[in-house]
């Protein structure tokens, strides 16, 4: 079993940057879809960036697109976020998530098996 853990969460201001990084033990992510979804306060978990296994695709919400880019460090065994331009709805807690192997389509929500503990962004303005 996998277990992932996040770091890089904080408090900044409006149009700062923060990078999220997730870090895996117990099994190599290479092969594994990746995801960073948010929860604020009050809503549902939602999407926010996933790569392929391969690194060859990635997709973004549209809340996010030019703002924030996902990659991987196979080598480190670590996914991470990049988030520039940040906004004060981007406050939320913020998940890495496992989705399935050797796939390069979108996967949704529901597919995504171990999940992180979370990591705090507050943006204010």
């Known amino acids: 079993q996998v277990h992932l853990v996040e770091s890089g969460g904080g408090s900044v201001q409006a149009g700062g940057s923060l990078r999220l990084s997730c870090a895996a033990s117990?099994?190599?992510?290479?092969?594994?879809?990746m995801g960073w979804f948010r929860q604020a306060p009050g809503t549902e978990r939602e999407f926010v960036a996933e790569m392929s296994w391969s690194g060859s695709n990635t997709y973004y919400t549209d809340s996010v697109k030019g703002r924030f880019t996902i990659s991987r460090d196979n080598a480190k065994n670590t996914v991470y976020l990049q988030m520039n331009s940040l906004k004060p709805e981007d406050t939320a807690v913020y998940y890495c998530?496992?989705?399935?192997?050797?796939?390069?389509?979108?996967?949704?929500?529901?597919?995504?098996?171990?999940w992180g503990q979370g990591t705090q962004v507050i943006v204010s303005s």
């Open positions: 998530a496992t989705g399935p192997q050797y796939y390069t389509g979108y996967v949704p929500i529901d597919r995504f098996g171990s």
């Open positions: 117990g099994r190599t992510l290479s092969s594994y879809v």
